[in-house]
């Protein structure tokens, strides 16, 4: 008898549930919605994919693909994105505890605590008076410098990838804390920005394997987009309109791919994770300069902060404290490891072992 994948029935439950939801809420008037509102539905098929396997989020793809070529004003492309990342990017966090990824879950707990204030604040107070795209050219300067660093990064060689942040003082904590709140900062403005800062702090500085570090990201940012979302709903009130239909459509799609984005970054090398957040840091960069329209004021001040946010990202690469000699492959971890880490003590695995993918890792 054929063995299912755990994953597989994971994703395929946690699927089920959301149609079958949507099929009593909605029954046969969401077919309607579907064909008034399908390019919706299809953006999201890739926004799903690289929100729950990916460090950037759902909105990366689905922000700009609705606000230039569906015509959907900003403001509005910013409360559907995290409409939309309260429903992909919690099925992706269920999977990943469900089928027992590994996860930091210290940051998990902190950074996503500060983040929820962050962007609590951040909806209420700031983002009604922030121009959202001075916002997007910002963001995509901080991806851009976080890719140069990765690139720096490749070619350090002969130290070992955490599997969990190595030690745990207030020190470690106090950064997670401000992280984790600049990161709601710019996740209220921007509908993303959370899960990108983490993940800079926990690959750059903590030197955490991308394996661990995307989905920690991910479940960190599901948290952060459900505060921002109940947010809208009560407090602000603005989620209204076409964005309840498109939400009602692209819903039982980003039910299927995010969950799958998340399991087919578990069965990719740390490389090969790095290589894909380079094409769709590639990508942001194109779709920016493309679309936004800079003044000369604006390009200016794009040039300095990706100056200042290259030279703070090399700054964390040159950190020394929490890098350690010799590569090991996630392999060789045992969750009692794992385990024994999150708890405070430091995780030692097996550091004999050397495969192919930790020698191409670390250049």
């Not at 994971?10 to 009593?24: D, E, F, H, S, Y």
């Not at 989020?57 to 403001?75: N, Q, S």
């Not at 609590?120 to 922030?130: F, R």
């Not at 350690?324 to 045992?334: E, H």
Request: net charge positive; with cysteine.
């Amino acid at each position: 008898m054929v063995r299912v994948p755990r994953v597989l029935l994971v994703n395929a439950v946690l699927a089920a549930i959301v149609w079958l939801i949507w099929a009593k809420v909605w029954g046969w008037g969401y077919f309607t919605r579907l064909e008034e509102n399908w390019p919706v539905a299809l953006t999201m098929v890739f926004g799903s994919l690289v929100g729950g396997g990916t460090s950037e989020g759902g909105g990366a793809i689905a922000f700009p693909v609705m606000t230039k070529v569906l015509t959907v004003p900003p403001d509005q492309a910013r409360i559907f994105t995290f409409a939309i990342q309260s429903i992909g990017m919690t099925a992706a966090s269920l999977s990943i505890l469900l089928c027992r990824v590994p996860i930091e879950r210290r940051v998990v707990l902190y950074g996503s605590t500060a983040g929820i204030l962050g962007v609590v604040l951040s909806v209420t107070m700031i983002a009604p008076h922030v121009p959202l795209k001075l916002v997007r050219v910002l963001f995509t300067m901080l991806l851009v410098a976080l890719a140069v660093a990765l690139l720096v990064q490749l070619r350090q060689r002969g130290y070992q990838r955490n599997f969990v942040v190595p030690t745990w003082t207030g020190r470690e904590r106090n950064l997670v804390l401000g992280a984790g709140f600049f990161g709601g900062l710019l996740s209220g403005v921007a509908g993303v920005g959370e899960n990108c800062v983490m993940f800079l702090l926990l690959v750059l500085l903590f030197r955490v394997s991308e394996k661990v570090a995307t989905p920690t990201t991910v479940v960190m940012m599901t948290l952060v987009s459900i505060a921002a979302f109940l947010t809208h709903v009560f407090v602000v009130r603005d989620f209204t309109g076409f964005v309840v239909d498109y939400w009602i459509t692209a819903a039982p799609v980003v039910a299927v791919g995010a969950p799958l984005g998340a399991w087919i970054c578990t069965r990719l090398t740390p490389l090969t994770i790095r290589g894909v957040l380079f094409v769709l840091i590639f990508a942001e960069l194109v779709s920016t300069l493309l679309l936004v329209p800079f003044t000369p004021a604006m390009a200016v001040g794009s040039v300095a902060a990706l100056v200042l946010f290259t030279i703070v990202c090399l700054v964390l690469i040159r950190q020394d404290t929490y890098a350690r000699p010799g590569p090991v492959r996630l392999g060789d971890v045992t969750w009692a490891d794992v385990g024994a880490g999150a708890a405070g003590r430091p995780a030692v695995p097996n550091t004999e072992v050397r495969s192919r993918e930790d020698l191409q890792d670390v250049g």
